[in-house]
């Protein structure tokens, strides 16, 4: 009888050594894929807190660069106050003091909401109403999460930073129309064209409209800030005419500035602050990029100086510090469409180009009997171009190409110009743009603010 149960013993035995293998099998797996799932939420948990520091980095690094472009309004007045006559002082900074409050608060009203409908209608004009809420929004109510724009910065963050933008281009206006516009024309310029035309240009490109679908490209504003700035300032002196006195017989009357020191204060505040204006458009704290950016900013800031004064000297025969100063600026504006895709061997290059060329351009306005106070169109819209035009022939990027950037220059430019020419014309024949004669040579100081911008005692 054992003989005939042996097998089935064995058999049975076999049975229960495999059961209990697959046991621990079983038993090996479940923890496995235990310490798997506590991984993967540790991995989860990990990649939240990483995205929490970025936005957090990102955020302070675009406030950072806010508060340097808003320095910029202190630059310009600066270089506007020190290249125009001392009677015109307060005026100028008056001017340049209620351009950012206004261009903010037009900008806050209905700028930002055209600017950036969404990226959903690639055309020539959308609007989000919606973007209203923001006045009745609580400090949590705007989408601070890593979703909102790609992680890089707040709501809040994404609005002021691109307001600074739009006031910038009205104070470009402000300083080749000095010293003969009326207070009130330039307000109400102000607020339509930082309100309404400024803000459906930069939509084209920056709201993901006709432009960018086109292909065209503008890291940080050579044509959508400062050459729409400039179109804005060619309109204006248009119409205004020069100051009086300033084309006599043919000839250019030099009619000297109230302080160099004081222009020369504000060139380098305006360098300071473009390394927000450039640097802030990476629109993230990315180390590599955001250094890039202001490596070819400072290196075309320097060879426009070299340019500005060489060409100062061949055509002056003389040390020219105010087309150096001219020069410096030229170059920003020139590598700012470019600045994160032209290298900076290059850079130099646009620079220098930039920095010769406003010289010339000034000299060519003042030939036309186009009298800009402190060369703001040869600055913003010259250069403006020529760095536009830069990116189609420098980029590293194969899909910038010339034409391409030649056509959204002359779109937006047409466009500029048109709106300015048309809101200047407007004025001009329904409230006048100009102040009387009288004032005009006696100083906009005493007559329009009752207050001299400097006290000159002299001895009994």
Not at 435 to 458: F, N, P, Q
């Amino acid at each position: 009888m054992m003989k005939v149960f042996t097998p089935v013993l064995a058999y049975v035995s076999s049975a229960q050594d495999s059961l209990a293998v697959d046991s621990a099998v079983a038993e090996v797996a479940e923890a496995t894929m235990v310490v798997a799932s506590e991984t993967a939420a540790e991995v989860v948990d990990y990649s939240t807190q990483i995205a929490d520091v970025l936005l957090t980095a990102n955020n302070i690094w675009m406030m950072l660069a806010t508060a340097l472009v808003f320095i910029m309004h202190l630059g310009f007045a600066g270089v506007e106050t020190g290249f125009s006559q001392a009677k015109n002082t307060v005026n100028i900074l008056f001017k340049n003091t209620i351009t950012p409050i206004i261009g903010i608060l037009t900008y806050a009203v209905c700028g930002f909401f055209l600017m950036y409908p969404g990226f959903e209608t690639p055309g020539w004009f959308d609007f989000d109403s919606a973007g209203w809420s923001m006045f009745w929004f609580a400090p949590g109510d705007a989408d601070v999460s890593v979703d909102y724009a790609s992680g890089g910065y707040t709501y809040w963050t994404d609005f002021l930073f691109q307001a600074m933008f739009a006031a910038t281009a009205a104070t470009i206006v402000s300083g080749a129309v000095a010293e003969r516009i009326k207070i009130s024309t330039y307000l109400v310029f102000t607020v339509i064209y930082v309100g309404l035309v400024y803000p459906l240009i930069g939509s084209w490109k920056w709201g993901g409209g006709a432009l960018n679908e086109m292909g065209f490209y503008d890291f940080a504003g050579s044509t959508l800030v400062h050459s729409v700035g400039g179109w804005g300032a060619l309109a204006g002196i248009i119409l205004l005419g020069p100051r009086i006195g300033k084309y006599v017989d043919g000839k250019v009357v030099d009619k000297p500035g109230a302080s160099v020191p004081l222009a020369v204060i504000g060139v380098f505040m305006l360098w300071l602050g473009w390394f927000g204006f450039n640097g802030g458009s990476v629109l993230s704290a990315d180390p590599g990029l955001v250094s890039f950016v202001l490596v070819t900013t400072s290196l075309a800031a320097c060879t426009g100086g070299i340019g500005g004064f060489i060409g100062g000297y061949l055509l002056f025969k003389r040390l020219d510090i105010g087309m150096m100063l001219n020069g410096i600026l030229a170059g920003l504006v020139g590598i700012t469409a470019g600045a994160d895709v032209i290298n900076p061997g290059w850079a130099l290059f646009v620079g220098l180009v930039a920095g010769i060329a406003v010289v010339y351009s000034v000299v060519l306005l003042d030939k036309l009997k186009l009298d800009d106070v402190v060369g703001a169109v040869s600055v913003h819209l010259v250069c403006g171009i020529w760095g536009t035009l830069a990116v189609g022939l420098f980029s590293t990027n194969p899909e910038h190409t010339f034409w391409i950037q030649l056509k959204g220059v002359v779109i937006c430019g047409l466009a500029a110009f048109t709106a300015a020419f048309l809101i200047f014309f407007i004025l001009k024949k329904t409230f006048g743009i100009r102040v009387s004669e009288e004032h005009e040579k006696s100083g906009l100081d005493s007559h329009e603010h009752g207050i001299r911008g400097y006290t000159i005692i002299y001895p009994d």
